[in-house]
């Protein structure tokens, strides 16, 4: 299965349980190219300039080469009460990667696999229960390792 479409799946089935579509509600987010274009179509402009960078807000991946660019592990996580977590990238053709709506104290505290075609950064967003946008970043550098393994 293609991972846009593994990802638009497992996308409706998160953002269904939990209430809302993010494929239908911001469908033109999910075909943006680049990060501003995809933030701006998933938040509108009045809320994407409340964006700021946040230390609240924490991602745990290698930064250097990792070892198979199918499955890159991350892990992020924050004690800021949101709304939704939303996941950007500089490496691949669309940006947005995920949605999760949240509900009431609910913990952010992820851990999944992603896709990246070459290096890039990482972005985690989160919409905050007060309406504003924070958000952290984090480089990774995909070199597969198959590549030093010589053979």
Known sequence: MKRRSFLLWSGLSCSSLLGMDFHETAKEAWEARTLNDAALKLYGKEKFTTLSKSNEVVIEADKFIVPDQMQIPIRFYSAIEAKSVAIF???????????????????????????????????????????????????????????????
Do not use: P
């Open 89 to 151: 990238q500089t490496a691949n053709e669309q940006s947005l990667v995920a949605v999760f709506e949240l509900n009431e104290n609910m913990i952010i505290d992820y851990t999944l696999n992603i896709f990246m075609q070459m290096k890039g950064t990482l972005f985690v967003v989160i919409e905050g229960i007060n309406g504003k946008l924070y958000y952290t970043r984090h480089y990774i550098d995909v070199n597969s390792m198959n590549c030093l393994a010589g053979g």
